[in-house]
């Protein structure tokens, strides 16, 4: 008996916009899931949502927050919810994670096909 294998070209690049598709969906729901855990200042501060508005995607599976001290109040281990965002946390991008893992998921497995 012999076998025969053949490769389908197609199917890398279906694969891959797939894949980019599930990036970009990641990538936008990260953004739009992490606002409301970024901290702001009080709206009478000059820079109140400076912070807030600061992100930026790059690339796919690269969101970077552009502010000068993005890096410093994801870290901080201060209250954050003293400025104006009473939902404002530190490392929000784990926040997002551990709340929303799911949701994530599920849509990516709708945008995949995938079980």
């Known amino acids: ?31 739009r899931l992490m606002t409301p ?13 400076r912070l807030r508005d600061s992100v930026a995607n790059p690339e796919g599976g690269v969101i970077v927050y552009t502010a000068p001290f993005a890096r410093h109040d994801y870290y901080a281990a201060v209250d954050h919810t ?16 551990r709340k929303h893992a799911a949701e994530l ?4 497995r709708s945008i995949t096909g995938g079980g």
Request: hydrophobic share 35%; proline share 5%; with cysteine.
């Open 1 to 31: 008996m012999r076998l025969r294998f053949t490769f389908d070209g197609g199917a890398m690049k279906r694969r891959e916009r797939l894949f980019g598709k599930a990036q970009t969906y990641i990538d936008s729901e990260c953004i």
């Open 37 to 49: 855990y970024v901290p702001v200042g009080k709206p009478y501060f000059h820079h109140s949502g």
């Open 105 to 108: 998921l599920n849509g990516i």
């Open 82 to 97: 003293h400025g104006g965002n009473p939902d404002a946390q530190r490392m929000w991008f784990e926040v997002v994670k």
